[in-house]
Nanobody, 125 residues
Framework: QVQLEESGGGSVQAGGSLRLSCTAS????????MGWFRQASGKEREGVAG???????TYADSVKGRFTISRDNAKNTLYLQMSSLKPEDSAMYYC???????????????????WGQGTQVTVSS
């Protein structure tokens, strides 16, 4: 049974930085595509960044150049380094995983099978 647990959220002022972590358990190997999604109040959940089994990464246009996704397979941990944060980045952030490649679907929530409970990020102006 795959379980994902996010941490690292919090409150920060605009222009600040945060690093989110997602610890996974139950992985049978490293052949998992993983991603970060976010959902602001009253809005749809949207893909933020994804990293595939071969290390290929994809970012939403809104975070390119500000966010960096990375993973440590030895620790089964996924990270999201967020810099130059803006108030519009405020949301609940979710970690997600899918066994096998995601390919072009790295930012599609319907592609993923496993989800964490989320960690809240609030950016004040």
């Amino acid at each position: 049974q795959v379980q994902l647990e996010e941490s690292g959220g919090g409150s920060v002022q605009a222009g600040g930085s945060l690093r989110l972590s997602c610890t996974a358990s139950g992985f049978t190997d490293s052949s998992y595509c993983m991603g970060w999604f976010r959902q602001a109040s009253g809005k749809e959940r949207e893909g933020v960044a994804g990293t595939d089994t071969d290390g290929t990464t994809t970012y939403a246009d809104s975070v390119k150049g500000r966010f960096t996704i990375s993973r440590d397979n030895a620790k089964n941990t996924l990270y999201l380094q967020m810099s130059s944060l803006k108030p519009e980045d405020s949301a609940m952030y979710y970690c997600a995983a899918r066994w096998n490649r995601c390919g072009w679907g790295r930012l599609l929530k319907t592609w993923y099978s496993y989800w964490g409970q989320g960690t809240q990020v609030t950016v004040s102006s």
